[in-house]
């Protein structure tokens, strides 16, 4: 099972940028689809962003589409989500996450990170 790192997260203000990172162990990580969520207080963790294996293909939540995007580095293990115009509402702990069957269904059966905070100031 593939292990998950993520950073980068933080305290900005709206309309500032984050950049988080998730470092992947294991040697199939380039066989992997991956994704980021985020749960904010009282709520359920949602779909953010994902990417499939080759990083060919990329799929957005709508509250997101424009401002944020999902990238990856094969080579060094890593998945990146580059967040742009953040907003309050976007405050959240946010996870990434392995597919290893690349069929999306994260919450059936990926592995997951331990989450970084990012909060949003207005």
């Known amino acids: 099972q593939v292990q998950l790192v993520e950073s980068g997260g933080g305290l900005v203000q709206a309309g500032g940028s984050l950049r988080l990172s998730c470092a992947a162990s294991?040697?199939?990580?380039?066989?992997?689809?991956m994704g980021w969520f985020r749960q904010a207080p009282g709520k359920e963790r949602e779909f953010v962003a994902a990417?499939?294996?080759?990083?060919?293909?990329?799929y957005y939540a709508d509250s997101v589409k424009g401002r944020f995007t999902i990238s990856r580095d094969n080579a060094k293990n890593t998945v990146y989500l580059q967040m742009n115009s953040l907003k309050p509402e976007d405050t959240a702990v946010y996870y990434c996450a392995a597919d290893e069957k690349g069929d999306y269904d994260f919450f059936a059966h990926g592995s997951w990170g331990q989450g970084t905070q990012v909060t949003v100031s207005s």
């Open positions: 990417i499939s294996w080759s990083g060919g293909s990329t």
């Open positions: 294991g040697r199939t990580f380039s066989s992997y689809a």
